[in-house]
């Protein structure tokens, strides 16, 4: 079964920059699809990206294109999204998700969950 972790998050000034991690063990980590969500408090949980497991295949929603980047190195189990030009209303905590096969956008195509990474953009 697929464990995922995140990690990267933190405090950053409007217009800065972070790279979240989210780190897979306890199966083939080329066998998924891993995709990045964020959740604010009171909203629904939100899709940003998703990349297939074997990294040639990226997906973005409106909210993420542009600024967003997903990336995977699959030889270290492990998934990037570089958050660039980020804005007081990217404070979220921030998932990662994985699914075995194909996944959307959705939260609802995603079976393993991490923890999630609080990410505070703050002057």
């Known amino acids: 079964q697929m464990r995922v972790v995140e990690s990267g998050g933190g405090l950053v000034q409007p217009g800065g920059s972070l790279t979240l991690s989210c780190t897979g063990s306890?199966?083939?980590?080329?066998?998924?699809?891993i995709a990045w969500f964020r959740q604010i408090p009171g909203k629904e949980r939100e899709g940003l990206a998703n990349?297939?497991?074997?990294?040639?295949?990226?997906n973005y929603a409106d909210s993420a294109k542009g600024r967003f980047t997903i990336s995977r190195d699959n030889a270290k189990n492990t998934v990037f999204q570089q958050l660039n030009n980020l804005k007081v209303e990217d404070t979220a905590v921030y998932f990662c998700?994985?699914?075995?096969?194909?996944?959307?956008?959705?939260?609802?195509?995603?079976?393993?969950w991490g923890r999630g990474t609080q990410v505070t953009v703050s002057s």
């Open positions: 990349i297939s497991g074997g990294g040639s295949g990226t």
């Open positions: 306890g199966d083939t980590f080329s066998y998924y699809y």
């Open positions: 998700a994985a699914v075995a096969g194909w996944g959307g956008l959705g939260s609802q195509d995603y079976d393993y």
